[in-house]
């Protein structure tokens, strides 16, 4: 069995999810289990729908609905054809006027929480495991439409909630695992549970890949596949330098390192469960399903390449605190990381002396007023427009003088917080966001020229 996820450009419109299924029917002997995400841009929608009835403007978030139901009825048609769509079109017609109605309750209460926004967030996920499942019978696959709220148990954390392992477990063999069983396709959206009492949930943004690989875990998937709309990883971000290509295969602590800082194709959580039970995560690419794509595999393949990747994330900022007089004194960095919590601030790259602490940040609103709270306790400076340049690999633990040969190259570039994660398969520093592509192409022309065939495409 295989858990194959789609993300939402890969089920864009009808055209889209015509080549999903393409790609499904190729694969129905090694028996599929697919995992949707809503239809490109729609989870943005809906949010900024729940936010405006939130405010009381009902008008626009009752507009975005209409111009939402609109697209999904086309998407449905288009795929289905008039006979079919006639039938399937009420079902969506009753999605779109629970969601109405939703918006309209809202609207007149004037308040949005975490928990109707997940109500709201979830039809995006709900109507395109629906579309997808319906498209597939069209096409002569079994496929068999699962509300994921059914079977993805989760705790109560609204918007960010937490999978229960061991229910969704128990859910999985009950609901899906007789599907398969039986010769058909289970359809089922990412991103969305329910708590034990029933109610919605979504398990974070990006949170389908997280779905995916909690499924596949739990059914014992021989693979996880994560179909998007790139060839796979790429050894840096092809915008920043056309030289780029493509890796072959990666290890999942690679992997992980690569997507905290700023490689787009993957969900850092994605790697847990499917790490714990040892199973294959490949990244491929829906308009060019031929590729191999990316292979995520738990033990790093054996190569002569120090670097699998170099990861840029720009728009950061660094906050430096400094307490000349307290000499890191006994509870100086909690009280410091204490204000950071507080105002929700999460941070990357930490490097402390003796008497300060430089803490890089997402460039963000709450900036200023966490500054405000620190310099309480010290002095406070923070600067923005930094960029966090990241080199990844396994081969980094083992080999002396990489340091050296990376600054070397960037001999007449300002350096700041340079830091070696306890993990010791990243470089990570902080440069001006400016000189960004510049050194990520001298990187990657020093690190990348000669490279192992079996890892790198
Ligand atoms: N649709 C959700 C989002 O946009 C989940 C996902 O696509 O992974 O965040
Ligand atoms: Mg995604």
């Known amino acids: 069995m295989i858990v194959m996820k789609f993300g939402g450009t890969s089920v864009e419109d009808a055209k889209a999810i015509d080549r999903v299924a393409s790609i499904v029917h190729g694969r129905l002997d090694k028996q599929p289990v697919v995992v949707v995400s809503a239809m490109a841009k729609v989870t943005d929608t809906l949010l900024t729908m729940a936010r405006a009835a939130g405010e009381g403007e009902r008008k626009t978030a009752l507009k975005l609905c209409r111009s939402l139901q609109e697209r999904h009825y086309n998407t449905a048609s288009e795929l289905l054809g008039t006979a079919r769509f006639t039938e399937f079109h009420s079902e969506l017609g009753q999605d779109f006027e629970s969601l109405d109605e939703l918006l309209r309750g809202i609207s007149a209460v004037g308040e949005i929480t ?97 779905s995916a690989a909690i499924f596949g875990a739990g059914l014992g998937a021989d693979k996880i596949e994560i179909w998007t709309d790139v060839d796979g990883i790429l050894t840096t971000d092809p915008r920043l330098c056309p030289d780029a290509r493509r890796i072959k295969v990666i290890s ?89 919590d507080r105002h929700k601030v999460s941070i990357d790259v930490v490097s402390t002396s003796e008497v300060s602490v430089s803490l890089t940040v997402d460039s963000n609103q709450a900036i200023p007023a966490l500054a405000a709270d620190l ?83």
Request: charged share 25%.
């Open 252 to 340: 999942f602590d690679e992997a992980a390192e690569l997507a905290y800082f700023g490689a787009k194709v993957l969900h850092p959580a994605t790697v847990l469960p499917a790490i714990q039970k040892n199973i294959p995560v490949y990244v491929l690419n829906s308009r060019n399903p031929s590729c191999e794509g990316t292979r995520i595999t738990t033990r790093a393949p054996h190569t002569k390449n120090i670097f699998k990747a170099i990861a840029a994330k720009k728009r950061i900022t660094i906050v430096d605190v400094a307490a000349p007089r307290m000499l890191l004194a006994h509870g100086f960095l909690r009280s410091i990381f204490e204000a950071f």
């Open 114 to 210: 975490p928990r109707t926004t997940d109500h709201v967030a979830a039809f995006g996920e709900m109507l395109s495991s629906k579309i997808v499942a319906a498209a597939f019978e069209a096409r002569g696959l079994k496929g068999a439409h699962i509300d994921s709220r059914d079977v993805l148990i989760t705790d109560s954390a609204y918007m960010q909630a937490v999978p229960q392992y061991e229910e969704t477990n128990l859910k999985l063999q009950e609901k899906v695992l007789p599907l398969v069983k039986a010769g058909q396709v289970p359809v089922m959206g990412g991103f969305i549970g329910s708590n034990r009492a029933g109610i919605t949930t979504t398990i974070g943004r990006g949170g389908s890949d997280f």
């Open 375 to 457: 310099a309480k306790l010290a002095d406070v400076k923070y600067e923005g427009r930094k960029a966090i340049v990241c080199l990844v690999g396994e081969n980094l633990r083992e080999t002396p003088g990489i340091a050296a040969h990376v600054f070397r190259e960037l001999a007449d570039k300002k350096i700041r917080m340079i830091s070696q994660g306890a993990s010791e398969i990243n470089l990570t520093f902080v440069i001006e966001e400016d000189e960004v592509p510049e050194v990520v192409q001298r990187l990657h022309k020093t690190f990348f020229s000669e490279l192992d065939p079996e890892v790198f495409a």
